[in-house]
């Protein structure tokens, strides 16, 4: 009920005083730049070379599992986890015409993966594991060649099937799945009030369902031989985690009363009644200067 009284009161402003989508960007236009910020870092943690861990013929048992192409390809993974969740922010946008909430649901669903990304690639450079399949990366003839000395893997492969053979920890289809995914149902729970102790079971079955795409999307990489178990599984606990930390950084909890909307939201509209409700020095009245409405935005207190 609060939250709907904050939404009567955020349609009684005045027409010219209401956010708009390009100033609540302009408000955040430094997060905007820490985004780009993280694609190219991304993009340089997929050119440098990872480290290559020992590999020596002894531990070829449990790496020699069949060369096969992804069932779920790169390219869908961002398609799924983070397209589709912007599809339903727009859709609930058009619902309800409420700007933070469109903008802030964007950017942190963006954070989210971006971040996830750059932990993932990151962790899987410095790590090295090789992957299940890399005895057929590193001999695709099946003519395995080792050092006489230390036994170690003298590969004759293709240097970037080699390359990408020792990214196996940990997974990145099932961070960048737990991260867009997780967030779509932090989201979708507020959204819902899945959590108001009225005991709809429903509820939880639309939170649960994108989690349960990401899973099927990180038991793919298990059963496509790409990924260890181990790697999966910590893949998604680390998008999970960041998912919910970016979600509650521009959100309240779904459990909370207010955590239908943003929190941004929600400072606007107290600002907005304290604002009309001051004792009044000009000719305007209830009507807000412009580096007011910035402030305000940008989630600043006075």
């Known amino acids: 009920m609060q939250a709907s009284h904050h939404g009567a009161a955020a349609a009684a402003a005045p027409a010219s ?9 302009r408000s955040h236009v430094w997060d905007w730049l820490a985004l780009l910020l ?30 096969k192409s992804n069932t779920v ?19 609930v946008y058009i619902r309800r015409r409420n700007v933070y909430d469109l903008h802030h649901a964007i950017l942190g669903i963006l954070f989210a993966a971006l971040i996830t990304g750059v932990l993932t690639d990151a962790i899987k450079d410095a790590v090295g594991r090789p992957r299940p ?10 003519k395995a060649v080792y050092d006489k000395i230390t036994t170690g893997v003298i590969c004759h492969g293709d240097p ?43 509820k939880l079955c639309v939170v649960f369902l994108p989690l349960l795409v990401a899973a099927m999307i990180a038991i793919s990489r298990v059963d ?25 950084q521009f959100f309240p909890p779904p459990s909370d009363e207010k955590g239908l909307w943003p929190h941004a939201h929600f400072k606007y509209i107290t600002d907005r009644e304290e604002e009309e409700n001051r004792p009044q020095n000009s000719n305007e009245t209830g009507s807000c200067t412009r580096d007011d409405l910035d402030a305000l935005e940008a989630g600043r207190r006075d």
């Open 17 to 25: 005083s209401l956010p708009t989508m390009p100033r609540v960007a």
């Open 38 to 67: 993280l694609v190219a870092v991304e993009v340089l943690l997929n050119v440098v070379e990872p480290f290559h861990r020992f590999v020596g013929s002894g531990m070829m048992t449990d790496l020699r599992y069949p060369l």
């Open 73 to 91: 390809p790169i390219w869908t993974v961002p398609v799924v986890a983070v397209i589709v969740p912007m599809v339903i922010f727009t859709i």
């Open 133 to 142: 399949d890399f005895f057929w990366r590193c001999f695709p003839d099946g």
């Open 160 to 202: 970037s099937v080699i390359k990408e053979g020792y990214k196996s920890f940990p997974s990145g289809h099932s961070s960048w799945s737990f991260a867009g995914l997780g967030f779509l149902s932090w989201y979708l729970a507020g959204k819902i009030t899945a959590f108001d102790r009225r005991g709809h079971v429903a």
């Open 224 to 248: 496509d031989y790409w990924h260890h178990w181990q790697d999966v599984f910590s893949g998604g606990v680390l998008g999970l985690v960041v998912a919910s930390v970016c979600y509650l």
